[in-house]
Nanobody, 124 residues
Framework: QVQLVESGGGLVQAGGSLRLSCAAS????????MGWYRQAPGKQRELVAA???????NYADSVKGRFTISRDNAKNTVYLQMNSLKPEDTAVYYC??????????????????WGQGTLVTVSS
């Protein structure tokens, strides 16, 4: 069983900062890309930022220069540092990982995993 557990959401005033964390646990063989998505009320889920195992990053235009994604491969953890937060950043933030886990033959299998989501509320 593999799961992602997020933490760090909450209420913050506009201009403030928050740091989200997401730890993967279970019988993990390896993790490829990890990322953060968000879904605001009445809107579709969208990619916020992603990072490969090698450290290459990708950001949504709306968060470039304000958010920074990073990961600790030894801890199977991904972070999202969010600065200069705006009310439009209010959403449920979900962690995502593309990974391989230990299994019976052939020894590992691919799985895409989602976290349970953490609410970020930015007040004006």
């Amino acid at each position: 069983q593999v799961q992602l557990v997020e933490s760090g959401g909450g209420l913050v005033q506009a201009g403030g900062s928050l740091r989200l964390s997401c730890a993967a646990s279970g019988s993990i063989f390896s993790i490829n890309a990890m990322g953060w998505y968000r879904q605001a009320p009445g809107k579709q889920r969208e990619l916020v930022a992603a990072i490969t195992s090698g450290g290459s990053t990708n950001y949504a235009d709306s968060v470039k220069g304000r958010f920074t994604i990073s990961r600790d491969n030894a801890k199977n953890t991904v972070y999202l540092q969010m600065n200069s937060l705006k009310p439009e950043d209010t959403a449920v933030y979900y962690c995502n990982a593309d990974l391989y886990y230990y299994s019976d033959y052939p020894g590992y299998r691919y799985l895409e995993v989602w976290g349970q989501g953490t609410l970020v509320t930015v007040s004006s």
